[in-house]
């Protein structure tokens, strides 16, 4: 694992966090969902992780009552299985606790091993597929993990 220097992105990050999105295989997000989430007024609401000053992976994310919920996640390919995705959910964690939410809650297309692969060893739990859950008409598999997490390897 590399540490990675985890911190809010700010709107100037904008164009390079678009820019990972796009390399991560599903719809893009778009560059409104990112301007709304760095500019939110609680502030953190997309973690970048930072190897060497370079942006290369994030986690955008709000709270819904007592849950936080994980909207986008994506590591820059040429940077993926160095435990970024891994520190950016721990930096979550810590985010959500201290801001009193009880877990963490996403969803995942289950065809997508590798972030159900992470989900997993992070602790979550599946908790049932809904159909049509995206805008393309995919499936969207619920996925929860009690705060304080269970991580289930070394990190
Ligand atoms: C899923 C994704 C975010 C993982 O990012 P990452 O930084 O490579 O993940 P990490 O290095 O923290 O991986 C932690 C653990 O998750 C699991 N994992 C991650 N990628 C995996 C893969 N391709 N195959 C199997 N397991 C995988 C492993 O258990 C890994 O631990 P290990 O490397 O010690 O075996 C990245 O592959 C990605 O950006 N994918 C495209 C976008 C996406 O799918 N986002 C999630 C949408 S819900």
């Not at 301007?35 to 609401?45: I, N, P, Q, T």
């Not at 994506?74 to 299985?81: A, I, M, N, S, Y």
Request: glycine share 12%; charged share 20%.
């Amino acid at each position: 694992m590399i540490i990675a220097d985890i911190r809010p992105c700010q709107a100037g990050h904008v164009p390079e966090l678009e820019r990972i999105d796009s390399l991560c295989g599903s719809p893009a997000w778009g560059r409104g969902p990112f301007l709304h989430h760095v500019a939110s007024d609680a502030g953190g609401m997309v973690l970048g992780a930072f190897l060497k000053g370079e942006l290369r992976g994030f986690l955008a994310w709000e709270m819904r009552g007592e849950e936080a919920w994980i909207l986008r996640l994506g590591v820059h390919p040429e940077f993926r299985r160095l435990g970024l995705a891994s520190q950016l959910i721990c930096a979550l964690e810590v985010l959500a606790l201290s801001q009193g939410c009880a877990r963490l809650c996403l969803h995942v297309r289950s065809w997508n091993h590798p972030a159900r692969a992470l989900y997993l060893s992070m602790g979550f739990r599946s908790m049932g597929v809904q159909e049509g859950y995206y805008s393309d008409g995919e499936a969207g598999e619920l996925m929860t993990a009690s705060l304080p997490l269970e991580v289930l390897e070394d990190l």
